[in-house]
């Protein structure tokens, strides 16, 4: 079965750009009309997306990110990557990819998750 | 933004007990909302979707109602395995946003 890992550095200086990786395992990153999303929990500010990707290469992104955010997809390394650029300690979180169910031609629910990775800015 | 509004935020309750959260948004999302459930270091889990669907796997006991702004999660029989916080999640409009949570404790 499809299963998702995250990783990247626990620590991010303030101002530097964060870099995480999503590795899709059991499955292909291009297959199927999925939808990548990256997700941030905080303790203040709870559950938030910040933007996806999709089967097509179409990304959006939350807009509360202003343009500090870039999602890429890597077919060769069947990955999907996060970069944020200057940080902040407001964006200290546990940051987990997911995909949806596919079952849209827009976002789906999302029915699976990595276990998360947890950045701290400081 | 869709402000996705969860009470309570806190819930004690017992084993067998019949549990109600509701989850309110600022805006009609059309059905399209969705319960998750986490518990501690782990990541969340997808209970129902589009308002009422029940996610493969997950057990009959949650079961999912609501139309236009007003959606309700409900465990018919609280389990051991259910203390956990719950979330909803709208996903009808960008950018996709979530309830603040309920947190179901033992009591």
């Known amino acids: 079965q499809v299963q998702l890992q995250e990783s990247g550095p626990g620590l991010v200086k303030p101002s530097e750009t964060l870099s995480l990786t999503c590795t899709v395992s059991?499955?292909?990153?291009?297959?199927?009309?999925?939808?990548w999303s990256w997700i941030r929990q905080s303790p203040g500010k709870g559950l938030e997306w910040i933007g996806f990707?999709?089967?097509?290469?179409?990304?959006k992104n939350n807009s509360s990110f202003k343009s500090r955010v870039t999602i890429s997809v890597d077919m060769s390394k069947n990955q999907v990557s996060l970069k944020m650029s200057s940080v902040t300690a407001a964006d200290t979180a546990m940051y987990y990819c997911?995909?949806?169910?596919?079952?849209?031609?827009?976002?789906?629910?999302?029915?699976?998750w990595g276990q998360g990775t947890m950045v701290t800015v400081s | 933004d869709i402000q996705m509004t969860q009470t309570p935020s806190t819930l004690s309750a017992s084993v067998g007990d019949r549990v109600t959260i509701t989850c309110r948004s600022s805006?009609?999302?059309?059905?399209?909302l969705a319960w998750y459930q986490q518990k501690p270091g782990k990541a969340p889990k997808l209970l129902i979707y589009?308002?009422?669907s029940l996610e493969s796997g997950v057990p009959s006991r949650f079961s999912g109602r609501g139309f236009g702004t007003e959606f309700a999660l409900t465990i018919s029989s609280l389990q051991p395995d259910d203390f956990a916080t719950f979330y909803c999640?709208?996903?009808?409009?960008?950018?996709?946003?979530f309830g603040g949570g309920t947190k179901v404790e033992i009591k």
């Open positions: 997911a995909r949806d169910r596919g079952w849209l031609s827009s976002n789906d629910a999302f029915n699976l």
């Open positions: 059991g499955g292909s990153v291009g297959s199927g009309s999925y939808y």
């Open positions: 990707i999709n089967y097509s290469g179409k990304t």
């Open positions: 805006q009609s999302i059309s059905g399209w």
């Open positions: 589009k308002t009422s």
């Open positions: 999640q709208q996903y009808d409009t960008y950018p996709l946003t």
